[in-house]
């Protein structure tokens, strides 16, 4: 120990020799380092305040993690565990600078011991790869006492190949506090199967026991996910939830916030049937806590959720064959404060041909033909302020304005495709020619 001129021809060696050593003196700290080569240990696991640190790409360690102690770090190293060898996690594990590959499994299982432990996982600056079944980043069990779960990742890069029902973050028991923070991060998910099974979540779950008290804070920023079709142009049967929980058991506590901020999701080589769901089918109270702001999607014609708030901010319909209709259910909001929006600004048309016409709250645009004089009349309706009215004359006679007060009275409109621009600041209109 402490000898570089004789190491440990093993990493469980060099761990078996500091729990010695220290005895019960577990909050000594201690680093493991772990030279160049490849090290293949059955298991291995964590003890309270030991770090291990590898020398970088040139340490491949071939094991089963196992977090049952901590806090514990393991850094600069490939990590590569077979099917099944995912981390069961019930105590603080930090990870950052890894290439961790997954033969097959759920990556990291937070809150899988018999009492009540605090499973903590922070990722950083690492690549986590995840292939075949069920191809999940994490899962938050929590279904053994855990009265708080904590789930972390900043500038990750997470692949899952070979997935039929993928997930980034499942819930499937909550007891206490469940966080998950995803920001900075490119997630890419590749599922397989033309007909998806029934839980295919991004993020959340079916079936959720949750048991009051509990709490949910969960927010996922400036992300992009791209999600692959496996079977190009095939339909799905069943569709994608980008964000949902739903409960089996309704609890008596309410959750705090479910964010998602500032992402990009990108649909890729699915078929305009793609339905993507987000809060379709939450089951407790307050139904609206699920919030997605300003993000984009890509690649499917129809999203639905409930409530108004989980239908996203920004959309475009799918890029393989241009079809679908858009509809803007809520607005994005520019940092400004401006309407942000791409392809245009469209909206309706009020077509009038008679002699005189009122100003009314569902009129933008408003297109006239009159054939003899003709009146628009403005009144100082409280439901105007704002509103901006585009006046065309496309008729052979003239259309003059009648407001309650300001300087748009009086004004005439000629004939022949002439305009004009009205808004109203609260009590009086204006007129921009």
């Given at each position: 120990?402490?000898?570089?001129k004789?190491?440990?021809?093993?990493?469980?060696?060099?761990?078996a020799?500091?729990?010695?050593?220290?005895?019960?003196?577990?909050?000594?700290?201690?680093?493991?380092?772990?030279?160049?080569?490849?090290?293949?240990?059955?298991?291995?696991?964590?003890?309270?305040?030991?770090?291990?640190?590898?020398?970088?790409?040139?340490?491949?360690?071939?094991?089963?993690?196992?977090?049952?102690?901590?806090?514990?770090?393991?850094?600069?190293?490939?990590?590569?565990?077979?099917?099944?060898?995912?981390?069961?996690?019930?105590?603080?594990?930090i990870?950052?600078?890894?290439?961790?590959?997954?033969?097959?499994?759920?990556?990291?299982?937070?809150?899988?011991?018999?009492?009540?432990?605090?499973?903590?996982?922070?990722?950083?600056?690492?690549?986590?790869?995840?292939?075949?079944?069920p191809?999940?980043?994490?899962?938050?069990v929590?279904?053994?006492?855990?009265?708080?779960?904590?789930?972390?990742?900043?500038?990750?890069?997470?692949?899952?190949?070979?997935?039929?029902?993928?997930?980034?973050?499942?819930?499937?028991?909550?007891?206490?506090?469940?966080?998950?923070?995803?920001?900075?991060?490119?997630?890419?998910?590749?599922?397989?199967?033309?007909?998806?099974?029934?839980?295919?979540?991004?993020?959340g779950?079916?079936?959720?026991?949750?048991?009051?008290?509990?709490?949910?804070?969960?927010?996922?920023?400036?992300?992009?996910?791209n999600?692959?079709?496996?079977?190009?142009?095939?339909?799905?049967?069943?569709?994608?939830?980008?964000?949902?929980?739903?409960?089996?058991?309704?609890?008596?506590?309410?959750?705090?916030?479910?964010?998602?901020?500032?992402?990009?999701?990108n649909?890729?080589?699915?078929?305009?049937?793609?339905?993507?769901?987000s809060?379709?089918?939450?089951?407790?109270?307050?139904?609206?806590?699920?919030?997605?702001?300003?993000?984009?999607?890509?690649?499917?014609?129809t999203?639905?959720?409930?409530?108004?708030?989980?239908?996203?901010?920004?959309?475009?319909?799918?890029?393989?064959?241009?079809?679908?209709?858009?509809?803007?259910?809520q607005?994005?909001?520019?940092?400004?404060?401006?309407?942000?929006?791409?392809?245009?600004?469209?909206?309706?048309?009020?077509?009038?041909?008679?002699?005189?016409?009122?100003?009314?709250?569902?009129?933008?645009?408003?297109?006239?033909?009159p054939?003899?004089?003709?009146?628009?009349?403005?009144?100082?309706?409280?439901?105007?302020?704002?509103?901006?009215?585009?006046?065309?004359?496309?008729?052979?006679?003239?259309?003059?304005?009648?407001?309650?007060?300001?300087?748009?009275?009086?004004?005439?409109?000629?004939?022949?495709?002439?305009?004009?621009?009205?808004?109203?600041?609260?009590?009086?209109?204006?007129?921009?020619?």
């Amino acid at each position: 120990m402490q000898d570089e001129k004789h190491p440990f021809a093993t990493i469980n060696g060099a761990l078996a020799a500091i729990v010695a050593f220290r005895g019960v003196n577990v909050g000594q700290r201690w680093r493991i380092i772990v030279r160049p080569g490849v090290y293949n240990e059955v298991s291995i696991t964590t003890e309270p305040n030991v770090d291990i640190i590898g020398s970088g790409s040139t340490t491949q360690i071939n094991t089963i993690l196992v977090a049952q102690n901590g806090p514990s770090t393991i850094a600069n190293a490939v990590i590569v565990s077979p099917s099944g060898g995912g981390v069961a996690v019930d105590a603080t594990l930090i990870v950052h600078d890894v290439l961790w590959t997954f033969a097959s499994s759920t990556a990291f299982l937070l809150g899988t011991g018999a009492s009540v432990l605090t499973p903590i996982v922070q990722i950083r600056d690492s690549q986590i790869q995840v292939q075949g079944d069920p191809g999940n980043l994490a899962s938050i069990v929590g279904d053994n006492g855990t009265g708080l779960s904590v789930f972390r990742a900043d500038n990750i890069r997470f692949i899952s190949t070979g997935a039929s029902e993928p997930s980034i973050v499942t819930l499937v028991n909550a007891v206490g506090t469940s966080t998950v923070d995803i920001r900075n991060s490119l997630l890419e998910i590749t599922p397989t199967l033309a007909v998806l099974p029934l839980d295919t979540f991004l993020y959340g779950g079916r079936s959720i026991v949750l048991e009051p008290p509990f709490d949910l804070v969960w927010s996922i920023e400036n992300s992009v996910h791209n999600i692959t079709n496996g079977n190009p142009g095939g339909a799905l049967a069943v569709s994608i939830t980008v964000v949902d929980f739903e409960s089996t058991v309704v609890a008596a506590a309410t959750p705090t916030q479910c964010l998602v901020h500032g992402c990009t999701f990108n649909f890729l080589a699915f078929s305009d049937t793609a339905v993507i769901r987000s809060a379709a089918n939450l089951n407790f109270a307050p139904a609206n806590f699920i919030q997605l702001l300003d993000n984009s999607w890509l690649g499917t014609t129809t999203l639905t959720g409930n409530p108004t708030s989980s239908v996203p901010s920004t959309y475009v319909p799918n890029a393989l064959t241009g079809a679908g209709t858009v509809s803007v259910v809520q607005e994005s909001v520019s940092p400004s404060g401006s309407l942000a929006t791409t392809g245009g600004f469209q909206t309706g048309v009020t077509n009038v041909a008679g002699p005189s016409y009122p100003v009314s709250d569902s009129d933008t645009v408003i297109s006239w033909a009159p054939t003899a004089p003709a009146t628009l009349y403005l009144t100082a309706n409280v439901l105007f302020t704002g509103k901006w009215i585009t006046l065309f004359n496309r008729g052979t006679s003239t259309i003059t304005i009648n407001a309650v007060s300001g300087t748009a009275s009086g004004v005439v409109v000629a004939a022949g495709g002439k305009g004009l621009f009205l808004s109203l600041d609260g009590t009086t209109w204006m007129v921009m020619i």
